[in-house]
C-alpha cells in the first residue's frame, strides 16, 4: 500500500514569492535569487557514539529546509522564518554574541566560516522548512548547512561536504554550546539517495550502505514531545563519557576513547568497581551500540530482517535503562510499532529526551503502523503524533533552477 501522498512539500515558486514580499531589494532582481537546500536526518543506529569516536548510520532525508536569497554586498544578513514569522538579521563583520535564538545557528557558521577563511557574501533570505524543529531529525544542522551554502561568495565553489560538515559542527560546539559530535552536519552535508551512511566518527571514513527499499520503509514517528537537545542534559552524557575514558585509560594507556573499550575490559571495570555505576552504565552502552552498527550494516546486506529487529530492540532498552535518554512517550511508541504486523525494526533515534522513533516497515505495513500510532498513541500518553514516510536523499546544496 502507498504511503499518504506529501502535502507539505516546499514550492520553490512560493518561497521566491515570500522573498520578493518581505525584502524590497529583490524585486528588482528576481533572476539573482537563487535557493539552497538541506535535508534532516535520521539515525537508523549508533547512538551517543559519534562523539565517543566510534560509528554511525544516519541517512539524509527527503524532509528539509530551503532558504530563497539574494546575495548583497553590504555585508548584512537578514534571515525570514515562514515557520515562526521571526526575522532575525546580523552584520558579517561584527558578529553578535549567543543570544539563545534559532539565529545562534546561521551566526555561529558564519563565524565558523571566517574563522576558516572563506569568502562570505550578506543576504537576504526567506526560510521554509518542512522538518519539524525540536523533533530529533537535525533541523539545527540543516539550518547550519544550509546557511553555509548561501554565505558563499562563490557557491559554486563550494568546499568539500565533509569540510562544510565540521566547520557547522565547530559553530554548533564552540558557539551554539552543544557539545555534539559530527553525526549530523555529515549526514546532511553528504546524505546518499537510496542509502545509509557508515561514518567512522575517528578516521572521518564513510561510506554508503545501500538500503534495501523494496523490501521495506523507513518510518519516521514524531512523539509530538519536544526534545530539548541545548539542555544541561546532552553536555552531561558527554562530561560521564569522558570520566569513563580517563578512568579506564589509567588502567590501560590504548584507551583514548570508548571506541577502545572491549566488552572484556568494560567487564573487569566492572567486577573491581573502577566506574561509579551511571559513569559504567553510560559506558556499557556505547561499547555496546558500536558493535550494533557494525551488526546492522551485515544484516542490511544479508536482508536479515529478524536480526534488524533484534538489533533495533536492543539499541532501545540500552538507550532507555543505561543512557537513559528515552521518555514514556518514545518508548510508547516503540511498543505500538513492534506489536504491529508488519513492522520489521523500531527503536528511539537521537539525541532523546522526547523527539522521534525510527521504524523499518514492509510497504504493505505503513499504512497499519500509522493506524495503529493514531488509534493508540495519543490516550496513552496525551501527545499528538505525527507518522510519516521517509526517503533517503542527496546532501546540502544549491538548487538549479526551477
Known amino acids: ?19 520578493l514580499k518581505l525584502e524590497p531589494a529583490a524585486v528588482g532582481r528576481p533572476n539573482s535569487i537563487r535557493i539552497v537546500r538541506a535535508p534532516g536526518r535520521v539515525n537508523l543506529i549508533g547512538e551517543y557514539t559519534d562523539f565517543n569516536s566510534g560509528y554511525v548510520l544516519p541517512v539524509a532525508i527527503d524532509r528539509e529546509v530551503r532558504i530563497a536569497y539574494l546575495a548583497t554586498d553590504d555585508r548584512q544578513v537578514v534571515l525570514h522564518r515562514l515557520d515562526t514569522r521571526e526575522r532575525g538579521a546580523f552584520d558579517l563583520d561584527h558578529l553578535p554574541e549567543r543570544q539563545g535564538r534559532w539565529l545562534d545557528y546561521a551566526v555561529g557558521t558564519a563565524w565558523a566560516m571566517t574563522e576558516a577563511g572563506l569568502p562570505l557574501r550578506g543576504l537576504r533570505g526567506v526560510i521554509g522548512s518542512n522538518l519539524p524543529t525540536g523533533a530529533g531529525l537535525s533541523s539545527s544542522a540543516a539550518i547550519e548547512l544550509a546557511v553555509a551554502h548561501a554565505l558563499l561568495a562563490e557557491p559554486v565553489d563550494a568546499p568539500v561536504p565533509m569540510t562544510l560538515a565540521r566547520l557547522a559542527q565547530r559553530a554548533e560546539n564552540a558557539f551554539v554550546g552543544v557539545q555534539s559530535g ?5 549526514a ?30 523507513l518510518v519516521v514517528c514524531h512523539s509530538g514531545q519536544a526534545r530539548r537537545l541545548a539542555g544541561s542534559e546532552y553536555n552531561v552524557r558527554r562530561a560521564q563519557c569522558d570520566t569513563a575514558v580517563a578512568v579506564l585509560a589509567g588502567r590501560d594507556p590504548s584507551v583514548q576513547s570508548l571506541r577502545d573499550v572491549t566488552p572484556e575490559l568494560l567487564d573487569r571495570a566492572a567486577a573491581e568497581g573502577w566506574l561509579e555505576p551511571v559513569v559504567l552504565r553510560r559506558a556499557t552502552h556505547v561499547v555496546h551500540e558500536n ?5 546492522t550494516i551485515g544484516a542490511l546486506e544479508a536482508r536479515d530482517m529478524t ?9 532501545h532498552a540500552s538507550l532507555r535503562d543505561l543512557f537513559e535518554v528515552s521518555s514514556p512517550a518514545l518508548d510508547a ?4 510499532a513492534v506489536a504491529t504486523p508488519g513492522v520489521v525494526a523500531a527503536r528511539m533515534t537521537g539525541a532523546g529526551f522526547g523527539g522521534c522513533t525510527v521504524n523499518l516497515v514492509r510497504p504493505d505495513a505503513v ?3 500509522r493506524g495503529a500510532v493514531e488509534s493508540r498513541y495519543a490516550m496513552q500518553t496525551g ?5 510519516f514516510p521517509v526517503m533517503p536523499t542527496v546532501g546540502a546544496g544549491l538548487m538549479t533552477a526551477t
Do not use: H, K, N
Not at 1 to 12: E, K, N, Q, V, Y
Not at 182 to 186: C, G, I, N, S, T
Not at 291 to 295: A, E, I, L, P, S
Not at 307 to 315: M, Y
Open 1 to 19: 500500500m502507498r504511503s499518504r501522498a506529501r502535502t507539505d512539500a516546499i514550492d520553490p515558486v512560493a518561497l521566491r514569492a515570500q522573498l
Open 182 to 186: 559530527l553525526m549530523d552536519q555529515f
Open 188 to 217: 546532511v552535508a553528504c546524505g546518499q539517495p537510496a542509502s545509509a551512511l557508515l561514518l567512522d566518527c575517528r578516521s572521518l571514513d564513510w561510506r554508503a550502505v545501500s538500503l534495501p527499499l523494496d523490501e521495506m520503509t
Open 291 to 295: 558493535q550494533r552498527v557494525t551488526d
Open 307 to 315: 536480526t534488524l529487529g533484534r538489533l533495533f530492540a536492543a539499541s
Open 333 to 336: 511508541l516503540v511498543e505500538i
Open 367 to 369: 499504512e497499519r503502523l
Open 383 to 387: 501527545f499528538t503524533p505525527r507518522v
